[in-house]
């Protein structure tokens, strides 16, 4: 999947669309099949375009205006007929495709340019901690919502000094395997600074549990119905990858002294393979990195210069992922001074495994 956005590099508006679709690797030439297209889009996080469900892999799923406000559909790639509309736009869902969860992503992207949607003004602008402004689960068959909870909620449950005055915002929600528990990023920004942890829940917004409250988690994933990988930072350990059990206080390094920078972190399907980048360092490169988590051998496997002008809102990070199978990454770079889709053949790369 993959969308065709405007080569311009310029902050998202709202009268800018792009093409939904995607590419056709049983093809030698390897196809763009347009499906669709939007203007609820953004440069970090698109329009959430994703498979639905994700077994399926006829039908995909992308937020779209729906009647002057934000909503999603679901489109069938064969027809390309729209064969559901949603009220409110989708973050993500449920692996089994049941459900879904939603948030605001106007005053996202008010509180962080280039992760929302500028379309529609924040109705909670003002509202420094909002009561009625939170997360939605939606039910995916039937339309229906629930509101789980507030950002008022949220900052009641063991908050820090530096929450007292800021502005609060969530973001970065992702269901576990199983689709028992999600995680989210409860954010604040005070004076200028921004900071924010892990909070993780089940799916009816309830058991609620701080995961990382320290002021600082970056990127993530999880590992296992109940493990969660994040680099953040601890008094007692530093900023490195940390794994973590759910609902506890236990916690290990990954990594160390190998992977220590932030960078968009993923396993490997089938093996022990930990993929992740890394920002552009001072000669402008950006390092595609797997650690063999069995012998902690850390591999660079490529390395993609980004230019000066893709940086802030408009960066291009590598974001690298993999197939369902493990075969193939597929990575995001404007080494060519354009944003391209690069997919990566792991069977080149016996030595990691």
Request: aromatic share 12%.
């Amino acid at each position: 999947m993959a969308i065709h956005a405007p080569l311009e590099n310029n902050p998202q508006n709202k009268e800018t669309s792009v093409i939904c679709g995607f590419y056709d690797l049983n093809n030698s030439d390897h196809p763009f099949i347009a499906i669709g297209e939007t203007t609820t889009w953004c440069w970090q996080q698109g329009c959430r375009l994703q498979w639905y469900p994700h077994n399926n892999n006829r039908k995909i799923l992308y937020n779209k205006m729906t009647d002057g406000q934000y909503g999603c559909v679901i489109q069938d790639i064969d027809t390309k007929k729209i064969t559901r509309t949603y009220k409110r736009p989708v973050y993500i869902v449920a692996n089994d495709g049941n459900c879904g969860l939603s948030l605001n992503f106007s005053r996202l992207q008010r509180l962080r340019p280039g992760y929302g949607y500028a379309n529609l003004p924040d109705k909670y602008e003002g509202q420094v901690v909002p009561e009625d402004d939170g997360i939605w689960r939606i039910n995916m068959k039937t339309g229906e919502e629930r509101f789980l909870f507030s950002i008022a909620d949220i900052k009641k449950i063991e908050p820090l000094k530096n929450m007292t005055g800021a502005e609060h915002y969530f973001n970065h929600l992702l269901f576990n395997p199983d689709d028992t528990r999600f995680m989210f990023f409860h954010l604040w920004i005070k004076d200028g600074k921004r900071y924010n942890r892990l909070m993780t829940c089940d799916i009816d917004g309830k058991d609620l549990y701080p995961l990382i409250n320290e002021g600082h988690v970056s990127h993530y994933c999880w590992k296992s119905n109940n493990e969660l990988l994040a680099f953040s930072t601890h008094r007692d350990t530093g900023m490195n990858y940390h794994l973590y059990k759910d609902k506890s206080s236990s916690r290990e390094i990954v990594g160390k002294g190998l992977l220590t920078e932030d960078g968009h972190p993923s396993f490997s399907p089938y093996d022990s393979l930990l993929l992740t980048d890394t920002y552009p360092d001072k000669y402008r490169n950006q390092h595609l990195l797997i650690l063999n988590l069995k012998d902690n051998k850390l591999f660079q496997i490529g390395s993609f210069h980004s230019p000066l002008s893709f940086k802030g809102e408009v960066r291009c990070d590598l974001h690298p992922r993999w197939s369902p199978s493990g075969r193939y990454i597929c990575i995001d770079s404007a080494c060519d001074g354009k944003r391209v889709m690069h997919v990566l053949d792991m069977s080149y790369f016996r030595s990691i495994k």
